[in-house]
């Protein structure tokens, strides 16, 4: 008799273990793979530019995308417009396709914590890129600049875009609520600000280097395309190019501008509203355009499709 109630009680202490266990599991569970509204909008909206960048890069670099490198996270949306390879010489396409690789994983990161969304049409054409800089510089170049031409263009129509996604996480992050969603954006502006700093620094090489066949400096290309991003931001000055006056660079003491950033030397924060402006390039969240032709996706982008 003994025997059997000293059994009963372990096979019942036993149960009672595994049911604590298994109900602190799923908690657990819930606790990791549940996040706030709010976390959730400011995680996925960051998928229209990492979208851009991951197009961008492979196409630039190998001359196909997301279609053949990893088709699931395109989750069937359409293909981007006028991708094709560049003619870059050995060096900026091993930067590029490092840069196109790590995209490739920040769509991955995204969507492995929230659902996200399919790519969006996104027009990387040359024509785009054109008018991006005709309208940087207030003219029409001829002939048109194409990003695709060399290596010295690829740079630049890089220098558009990754700084303007690290601005956007540096906004975000004091907004997140959760350690995971936090963990995450940390994690992505520190590979987005390196992309941005290595750009920053290619370019910074040939700053007074002129780009042919146009008689524009490279650190007039940047001047001027900061310029247009701060114009159509409409949220004051957040960009500077490779130079600056000696006030604006780090402690006012020096006018080389390889990293930009505030008097402090601290990293300018953008909101989606600005973001969508400028990658929209018509200088309003509510009206898509340029890399964006149908807009973005994502609750955030498309509650401004709609005012």
Not at 74 to 85: F, L, N, Q, R
Not at 174 to 184: I, V
Request: net charge negative.
């Amino acid at each position: 008799m003994l025997t059997y109630f000293t059994s009963a009680i372990f096979a019942s202490l036993l149960l009672l273990l595994i049911s604590t266990k298994s109900e602190g599991d799923e908690l657990s569970v819930s606790r990791n793979s549940s996040l706030p509204l709010s976390d959730v909008d400011l995680l996925e909206f960051p998928l229209n530019l990492e979208y851009l960048e991951a197009e961008f890069f492979l196409w630039g670099s190998l001359g196909y995308g997301l279609d053949k490198v990893a088709p699931k996270l395109t989750a069937g949306g359409p293909p981007p417009v006028g991708g094709k390879k560049a003619n870059l010489d050995p060096l900026t396409r091993d930067v590029i396709l490092q840069f196109a690789y790590q995209e490739v994983g920040h769509l991955r990161a995204i969507k492995s914590t929230v659902k996200g969304f399919p790519r969006p049409l996104l027009d990387i054409s040359a024509e785009n890129f054109a008018k991006i800089i005709n309208d940087a510089m207030k003219r029409t170049l001829i002939p048109p600049f194409d990003p695709y031409a060399n290596g010295l263009n690829f740079l630049l129509a890089s220098y558009i875009i990754p700084y303007v996604g690290l601005t956007g996480y540096v906004g975000a992050n004091p907004q997140l609520q959760s350690f995971e969603a936090k963990r995450l954006v940390a994690g992505l502006l520190g590979v987005e600000s390196a992309q941005d700093a290595v750009i920053r620094a290619l370019l910074y090489e040939r700053a007074l280097q002129k780009v042919q066949p146009y008689d524009i400096t490279v650190a007039d290309f940047t001047d001027r395309i900061s310029d247009l991003r701060n114009c159509i931001g409409k949220q004051g000055f957040k960009d500077e190019g490779l130079v600056v006056p000696v006030e604006l660079g780090a402690e006012g003491r020096i006018s080389g501008n390889v990293i930009a950033g505030d008097k402090d030397s601290v990293a300018y924060a953008r909101s989606p509203e600005e973001i969508l402006r400028i990658v929209y390039g018509t200088g309003n969240e509510s009206i898509p355009g340029g890399f964006l032709p149908w807009g973005g996706d994502g609750r955030i982008a498309r509650s401004c499709l709609k005012h």
